[in-house]
Structure formats: C-alpha cells, structure tokens
C-alpha cells in the first residue's frame, strides 16, 4: 500500500493517477474525502496535519508514503507525517521538498523545507527527497488575467527558472516509491530549460495564436499583488519577497539531468505542457 499526501494536489494527484495506472494498491489522503475524485480502485481517507491519530490511521499498513506539505513556519507538517510513518513501520518516503533548500538567500520557505527534510532523512526509513523548479502549471493563475485581455504580472524580472512540468515530477516520485534504489537520494528535478516569465509569456502567444505579454511588477507593486490577490500577511509577503529577489536575480536558473537520468528520457519543455494544456486558458 502506498500512502499519498497532498492527494488532490500538483503533484499529489498525478501521483495517484500514475500509481493507480500502474496497477499499484493506493491510498489517498486529503481533509475532504467526499469531495475528492480519485481514479477507480483508489482507497480516500481523510487525514490533517493537526490531527495525529487521522494521520496514525493513514498509515496504517503502508510500505511507501509520498509526503507533501503545505508551507507555513518550521517542520510541524513533515514531522507529524513522519512520527506518524515511524510509528506504523513505513519503509520507504520520498519528499516533496523544493530547489534551493540548501541555499538559505532563497528565503524561508527553503528553510522550512530543509527542516522537513533533516525529518526524513533522519526518519530510519529509507529516503528519497525531491527538489523541483518552478512549476509549469504556476502559469494557471494568469488564465484569468489573459481571458480579460490584461497582462500576466510578473514579480521576477528577467530571471530564468529551470521550469518543470509537475508530471515529471510526479513520474519521478513513482519511480522513488517503487525503487529502492532512488533511496538516499536529492533529486534536483528541472524541465530542458532555463525559461523566465516573459519568455513563458511568448511561449503561450505562440501556443493560443493570440498576445499574451508581462508587466513588470515593482517591489511595491509586488508586496500590494500578494497582499491583495493571494491574501498574504505582512510576515508572508516579507518571505516571498526573498524567494522573488532570488529569481530576479538570476540565482534559479538552474537545469539538471537529474529528470532524463532518473526517467531514460528528456524532461518535458515548457511549451509541451502548454500545448497540452492550452484549453485551461481558453475555457470560460
């Protein structure tokens, strides 16, 4: 049985999808059961970080766990998964971590994330820990912006990230929790390119037949953005400010085989995922 946390998420989701394609027993964890729409043959329970004996019951009987958590402050999330693993005699983790975890000028949430990934390593079990680039799917919350005929924001400049298709990373979590031999491993996981926003922008005009261009966001600009479209506080836009001057500054654009040698072929490119999903940004 392979546990997956963050089961309607990114990477969750597709996780699941990959694993239960494969044919492999599945168990989905998420706050909402009821609402979740797994393939068939998928066992949904539910499960809360806050709520230690949720998450002794999702473990129960599991060989493999994928542990994804949400940011927030320290490592409460991925050490209460892991006390919860260690507890049931889960063999085998592979984290959802995030690339640059290991240099703390990209701001707190690389901090927090190597926090929860001192907790696995340090869980007995065997390990594996994932450090994706940008997500290609991020480009989703400019649907709306495009739709209106408004620019996509841009908080980052002309900084380039190595971005990755979340299938990739998804397929390479699979890989991880079938395969002992990805244990004691860092995968810094990039898609074939260095690619920044407004370079995604051109790509996607190519791809819907139709302009799509960027405005440049100010650090002001930025901080009203975060505040008022993500509903962030002071103390959270402060942290992602960081993590912003971080790609701006060109520190993220990083490109690895970690991807072709992990799966024995190329990472997606940017432009396949939006060829393959260009009808999110045309539905009403």
Same mark, same amino acid.
């Given at each position: 049985?392979?546990?997956?946390?963050?089961?309607?998420?990114?990477?969750?989701?597709?996780?699941?999808?990959?694993?239960?394609?494969?044919?492999?027993?599945?168990?989905?964890?998420? /706050?909402?059961?009821?609402?979740?729409?797994?393939?068939?043959?998928?066992? $949904?329970? /539910?499960?809360? @970080?806050?709520?230690?004996?949720?998450?002794? #019951? %999702?473990?129960?009987? !599991?060989?493999?766990? @994928?542990?994804?958590?949400?940011? =927030?402050?320290? %490592?409460?999330?991925? %050490?209460?998964?892991?006390?919860?693993?260690?507890?049931?005699?889960?063999?085998?983790?592979?984290?959802?971590?995030?690339?640059? $975890?290991?240099? /703390?000028?990209?701001?707190?949430?690389?901090?927090?994330?190597?926090?929860?990934? +001192?907790?696995?390593?340090?869980? *007995?079990?065997?390990?594996?820990?994932?450090?994706?680039?940008?997500?290609?799917?991020?480009?989703?919350?400019?649907?709306?912006?495009?739709?209106? *005929?408004?620019?996509?924001?841009?908080?980052?400049?002309?900084?380039?990230?190595?971005?990755?298709?979340? /299938?990739?990373?998804?397929?390479?979590?699979?890989?991880?929790?079938?395969? %002992?031999?990805h244990a004691g491993r860092t995968y810094t996981l990039t898609g074939p390119e260095a690619i920044s926003?407004?370079?995604? #922008?051109?790509?996607?005009?190519?791809?819907?037949?139709?302009?799509? $261009?960027?405005?440049?966001?100010?650090?002001?600009?930025?901080?009203?953005?975060?505040?008022?479209?993500?509903?962030?506080?002071?103390?959270?836009?402060?942290?992602?400010? $960081? &993590?912003?001057? @971080?790609?701006?500054?060109? +520190?993220?654009?990083?490109?690895?085989?970690? !991807?072709?040698?992990?799966? &024995?072929?190329?990472?997606?490119?940017? +432009?396949?995922?939006?060829?393959?999903?260009?009808?999110?940004?045309?539905? =009403?």
């Amino acid at each position: 049985m392979i546990l997956v946390t963050g089961a309607t998420g990114t990477t969750g989701s597709e996780v699941v999808r990959q694993l239960a394609a494969r044919g492999e027993k599945v168990r989905a964890l998420t /706050r909402d059961p009821e609402r979740a729409r797994m393939p068939s043959g998928v066992e $949904t329970v /539910r499960g809360d @970080y806050a709520d230690p004996g949720s998450l002794a #019951a %999702a473990m129960t009987g !599991v060989t493999a766990a @994928y542990l994804v958590s949400p940011p =927030g402050p320290g %490592a409460a999330h991925d %050490a209460a998964l892991v006390a919860a693993a260690r507890a049931a005699g889960v063999r085998r983790l592979v984290k959802l971590s995030a690339i640059g $975890t290991d240099d /703390r000028a990209a701001g707190p949430l690389a901090e927090w994330h190597g926090e929860g990934e +001192r907790a696995v390593r340090e869980s *007995g079990a065997q390990w594996t820990v994932l450090r994706p680039s940008s997500f290609a799917s991020n480009t989703l919350g400019w649907a709306e912006a495009l739709r209106r *005929g408004e620019p996509v924001p841009n908080m980052t400049g002309d900084g380039a990230s190595g971005v990755i298709d979340p /299938r990739d990373v998804a397929e390479v979590a699979v890989r991880a929790l079938l395969d %002992a031999a990805h244990a004691g491993r860092t995968y810094t996981l990039t898609g074939p390119e260095a690619i920044s926003v407004p370079d995604q #922008a051109t790509v996607l005009a190519e791809v819907l037949g139709r302009p799509v $261009t960027a405005r440049n966001l100010s650090p002001d600009e930025t901080r009203a953005f975060l505040r008022t479209a993500w509903g962030m506080d002071d103390t959270a836009v402060e942290g992602v400010l $960081t &993590g912003v001057a @971080y790609l701006r500054d060109g +520190r993220n654009a990083t490109v690895t085989e970690d !991807v072709p040698k992990t799966l &024995g072929r190329p990472a997606r490119s940017f +432009r396949q995922w939006a060829e393959d999903n260009k009808r999110s940004f045309q539905a =009403g």
